[in-house]
């Protein structure tokens, strides 16, 4: 059962710590930082990679996975959401960086829709072991 949940939430722990590897460069300025809202699009990306990949550990661990997937969601957009949170906190201690909320409602958009992606897939996969009448 270990290995199971090992499985499920190695993938958020290395997507968490990229994400927070990434807030703590000082100065940081996204590629193609003169193209209007750029950095919206990397907050939303990450955030949306980070919904995907929580919606899946949820789903494939055994304490959480026979949830039903509207809980599992929430639970997901609680966690992503708070996380964004303290991230934009983070960055207030990094020099030539700062918090923003247009930043963490990007991070939100990001992951609804990658939770909302694994939500659908995970909709798909049930669909498709139910048997056929």
Do not use: T
């Amino acid at each position: 059962m270990k290995g199971s949940r090992l499985r499920a939430w190695w993938p958020v722990a290395l997507w968490v710590a990229v994400i927070a590897a990434g807030s703590s460069i000082p100065r940081l300025r996204p590629p193609l930082a003169y193209v209007v809202g750029i950095d919206k699009a990397a907050h939303f990306s990450e955030y949306a990679v980070l919904g995907f990949v929580l919606f899946r550990a949820c789903a494939l661990d055994p304490r959480l996975g026979r949830r039903s997937a509207r809980s599992v969601l929430a639970l997901v957009l609680l966690a992503a959401l708070a996380f964004g949170a303290l991230d934009e906190v983070h960055q207030l201690w990094i020099p030539g960086r700062m918090a923003s909320a247009f930043d963490w409602i990007a991070d939100a958009f990001g992951a609804i829709v990658g939770a909302s992606a694994g939500a659908l897939l995970r909709l798909r996969r049930f669909e498709q072991a139910a048997p056929r009448r």
